[in-house]
């Protein structure tokens, strides 16, 4: 079933503000508190906000290769994310019982992302 005028407007109000009510303000419900969470419960328009959502959202697979290629440009912060996609940055510490607390320090050697840490 198409969605009235009146719905499509409130849809397109919804998606930008992700609050019922106001989207039902700005497409001229009369009762924007009532009409906006009951428009909500609709199956059409559920459905219609599942479709808009399946049709822009972004797979992992394109923000990789967006990634990538700024990555490939010399963006550092990119090549970390890469990094951290592919799990290769990942610390792992084992410690095992004990009543003693530990201490475990981490360094990381011309790591260009590391912050200065005074030392203790």
């Known amino acids: 079933m198409a969605l ?8 397109e109000a919804y998606l930008q503000t992700w609050n019922a009510t106001e989207a039902a303000r700005q497409a001229g419900y009369s009762f924007p508190n009532k009409s906006g969470p009951a428009l909500l419960k609709d199956e059409h328009i559920r459905q ?3 479709e808009r959502l399946e049709s822009e959202h972004m797979k992992a697979s394109e923000a990789l290769a967006l990634i990538a ?5 010399g963006n550092l912060r ?4 890469i990094g951290k996609a592919h799990r290769l940055f990942v610390d792992r510490v084992e410690h095992e019982g004990g009543e003693r607390p530990i201490q475990v320090v981490i360094e990381y050697v011309d ?3 590391a912050s200065e840490v005074p030392p203790s």
């Open 69 to 73: 290629r700024k990555a490939r440009k």
């Open 111 to 113: 790591d260009p992302f």
């Open 78 to 81: 990119a090549l970390e994310l």
């Open 48 to 50: 219609a906000i599942d």
């Open 4 to 11: 009235t005028k009146k719905r499509r407007v409130w849809l």
